[in-house]
């Protein structure tokens, strides 16, 4: 396949030079490179599809590093990023030192917002137009908002600040029928080029100069305007916070979006312009299947399907939401709640039985945790499950409205620890630090796919709240049971040994084995090795016992070393009058890069082989 325009592309500037009539050749042949490189490698391929149009607009009008562009989430970027020069490293994009999935400030100034959660991309765009204005600069701050994000109340909250100033702020709604708008026609993108364009907005002017002498007819225009737009388009709302509202027009028609991004550019005041746009246009199955195209491994290119993993054991995310099934089969109080992520926790399986007890709150994980927490006032049992990194933005709901009134919530936090290519705005690194810390809140962590059953079992037999971690990625293989109710508080000695102590934690329990094995293979020295299983409340007895000598002491958990549970034990250790030696094998103080899981926890030195090292050294 060739692509001859697109390899002239090596930044903004090339953009500019070409003609209006071959932006159409240039979109085309972008859409074929992502749907061939991204084949072998996967990625974020729908979101992307949906806005090559927009992104050529976008440099074709504006000049970047200088103006600013913004992308919510970062799924949407890739576009931007072939155009900012970095289309020789697609093919590594999200991979061990290649490019990152996301815009990110430290791998090009065009990247101006380093973005991964959603919804924050009005709140910054508007804080650098308040900037530039203080500083008295002139350039663009624009705010590209799609792909579900405008659901996060935080989108809203920008909204309202940006939309009572008069700062000039450009907002782009990508509407990707993912979110809150029809597409209402050709006559809506004609209303939109009339709108922004100097004729109407001059005639606008000169009229209310002349109606403000007259009061009364100045208040009738205006509520006579109001209502005919609120007739033919959808933007009310946003006018009545304080935007002037553009559109819907056709985010993937050029005569469309440049006339009237070339309008926008001369009005001041914040703009919310909104485009309509199809995710994974131009490849057939991600058109058909947004939601399973979004993010995805790696698909074959002649059939467009994705290429089957090989796994002998099932992924975590499966087991949890089959169990949680099975679970709700018997018990109708029973209800699971998501955040726009019913694909990714696994709950699209649990709702195929269960339609009406599985909720999506939408990019809204606060609404989620006291929504959760209604709920349980009203008698049923929330579940709601929610990335590790992505419940971090509703710590204190959690503490609010769930721990400090001891309600029967039930946290599952999907991609606890390494996640490997989405790297550090995905990174489950903080929940352990994050939550051992309050009170009423019970926290389990599963050594595999078996125990993770236990433990969701076990939550529902609690009477107030708790929170089960568990990795992204396949279990251990090891054979199905009837899942049964663990004695709370209480860890599990897999193996005893005079060597020293070595307790593992959740994620980090396979890799621990394997070190404690391959020592006593090596040297003939056995190591007492203990599954936590419960962070909290811990099995201080259990410890106590095994601290009795003065032998080492090795604490192993995927998650910061910084208010980890090693600081919890070495804690009650010292406090016990215990003097050996202590080693916390967790994660340093700084973010993680982005690669496979297995390259991410060998560079952490949380590996199989770091952990037999520091065995070694004991």
Not at 481 to 504: F, H, N, R, T, Y
Request: a negative charge; one cysteine or more.
């Amino acid at each position: 396949m060739s692509f001859t325009l697109l390899e002239s592309i090596h930044s903004p500037a090339d953009v500019k030079a070409l003609s209006r009539q071959e932006l159409p050749k240039l979109a085309q042949q972008m859409r074929d490179y992502m749907i061939e490189t991204l084949a072998p490698i996967g990625g974020h391929l729908g979101a992307g599809l949906g806005v090559v149009e927009l992104s050529i607009a976008l440099h074709y009008l504006y000049d970047t590093p200088e103006d600013k562009i913004v992308w919510d989430v970062g799924h949407q970027a890739y576009p931007h990023k072939i155009l900012t020069g970095r289309l020789s490293g697609m093919p590594s994009i999200r991979q061990y030192g290649g490019l990152n999935g996301f815009t990110k400030r430290k791998e090009s100034e065009h990247d101006c917002f380093g973005a991964g959660h959603a919804s924050t991309s009005i709140s910054a765009a508007y804080g650098m137009a308040v900037g530039r204005d203080l500083r008295h600069e002139s350039h663009h701050s624009i705010a590209v908002i799609g792909d579900g994000a405008l659901t996060g109340g935080m989108a809203f909250e920008a909204l309202n600040h940006a939309g009572g100033q008069n700062n000039r702020l450009l907002v782009i709604l990508n509407d990707n029928e993912m979110s809150i708008a029809p597409n209402v026609g050709a006559m809506s993108s004609y209303l939109a080029k009339i709108i922004t364009g100097k004729p109407y907005t001059s005639a606008k002017g000169a009229a209310r100069r002349m109606l403000e002498k007259v009061p009364v007819a100045l208040e009738v225009a205006k509520r006579l305007e109001e209502h005919v737009k609120g007739m033919v388009t959808p933007g009310t709302l946003f006018e009545e916070m304080g935007f002037r509202y553009v559109g819907p027009i056709d985010g993937h028609d050029f005569d469309d979006l440049l006339p009237t991004l070339e309008n926008c550019k001369h009005l001041d005041g914040p703009i919310l312009l909104h485009i309509l746009t199809k995710k994974g246009l131009g490849f057939s199955p991600a058109e058909e299947d947004p939601e399973t195209w979004h993010g995805l491994g790696p698909y074959c290119l002649k059939t467009g399907k994705p290429i089957a993993s090989t796994a002998a054991a099932p992924s975590y995310t499966q087991v949890f939401a089959d169990t949680l099934a099975d679970l709700a089969d018997h018990d109708s109080r029973i209800v699971a709640i998501t955040a726009a992520m019913p694909g990714g926790t696994g709950l699209s399986r649990f709702a195929k039985r269960h339609p009406n007890r599985c909720i999506d709150v939408g990019i809204a994980e606060q609404h989620a945790t006291t929504f959760a927490a209604g709920l349980a006032v009203a008698g049923k049992r929330p579940v709601v499950a929610i990335y590790s990194t992505f419940l971090q933005r509703a710590f204190d709901q959690i503490i609010h409205d769930v721990c400090i009134q001891n309600l029967p919530v039930v946290f599952c936090m999907d991609r606890a620890g390494i996640v490997g290519a989405d790297g550090a705005t995905h990174t489950g690194m903080f929940d352990i630090a994050m939550l051992r810390s309050i009170p009423n809140l019970t926290i389990m962590a599963p050594k595999d796919e078996q125990e993770l059953k236990d433990m969701l079992v076990t939550a529902f037999t609690l009477d107030g709240p708790c929170a089960i971690r568990y990795p992204r990625g396949c279990g251990l293989g090891v054979e199905a049971k009837i899942p049964a109710v663990l004695p709370i508080g209480q860890a599990e000695v897999m193996q005893e040994g005079d060597a020293g102590l070595v307790i593992s934690v959740g994620t980090r329990f396979a890799d621990t084995k394997a070190a404690v094995d391959c020592i006593q293979a090596e040297d003939g020295r056995s190591f007492t090795h203990i599954n936590l299983r419960f962070i909290k409340p811990l099995d201080t007895d259990l410890i106590a016992k095994h601290l009795q000598s003065k032998r080492p002491l090795v604490v192993v958990e995927e998650g910061v070393a910084c208010g980890g549970i090693g600081e919890a034990i070495a804690a009650f250790a010292l406090g016990q009058g215990w003097q050996g030696s202590f080693k916390h094998l967790a994660m340093p103080d700084v973010f993680p890069e982005h690669g496979t899981q297995a390259e991410i926890l060998r560079d952490l030195h949380l590996d199989a082989d770091a952990i037999a090292n520091t065995l070694r050294a004991i």
